[in-house]
């Protein structure tokens, strides 16, 4: 299954959500055949926008899709996560996501204890999100520790680390992986699915890798037009690329958080000048090419 970690539009100058482009987008990706979208996740840059924003766009796209929707609920307190949780469920969410809280660094005894009691306030399915470049790593023993507990439904763990994914694997039916580059392994090893930044924007290529995979076919030249695709968009801030990349396709963005620097600016024409190339199958040879 492939639910694409969507974006979120924003407003020109404003810290606001830009809720009709993001309606868009959300019709966008069930036109390409997903099994879910994912909100406010590293990729929806969920950290720049209030509460209240999030919880409101969380309750229109529950309404609007005809698929599943997640909504990551993290926030830098426990009292903000359970907030936003507990109102994204009452509105139809089908589950949240939470995070180790951000920014600071904590120990994984602070990080079970912050899990437990949001577990305990908060009523639905609950997913552990693993993202260890941008917050506290959620140890493997600690994750394996919580879903022993029955506390959560599953994890979605963008770690990277393929050992990791077995352990879990082990422990829970329901392991959503977040690494792009290892999902049609991961697939085959039978993996719930992806929640994936790329299919945020390219969310056909990922339904094209999810289907092959399970059916046990060959996806080596999806694999390498995937792999080309993060190369190029890993050399920006992330999710800088996947925004222009978004913006290519006719997905109105907004704004990035921050300015670019004048060489990041040159380069992001190239790389949009790429994309369009890469879009009408200028990527790894084969029959693959994306409309």
Known sequence: MIYPAAITPRRADEVAIDIAAALELMDFLESHGVDGIALFGSTGEFLHFTPEDRTRLAAMVAKRCRVPVLVNASHSTLDGSIAIAQQALDAGAAGVLIMPPYYYRYSQDSIRAYMLEFAAQVKGPLYLYNIPPFTSDLKIST????????????????SGRWEDFVELQRASAKVFVGADTMYSRA??????????????VVPELLVAIDRAARAGNDTSALDARLADFIDRAMAFPFPIALREAAAVRGIRTGPHASPLGRDECQRLEEFRTWFRAWLAGGGPPGPHAIP
């Open 143 to 158: 994750s394996l520790d919580l879903l022993a507990r029955h506390a959560f439904d599953g994890i979605k763990d963008s």
């Open 187 to 200: 697939a085959r090893a039978g993996a719930m699915g992806a929640i994936s930044g790329v299919a945020s």
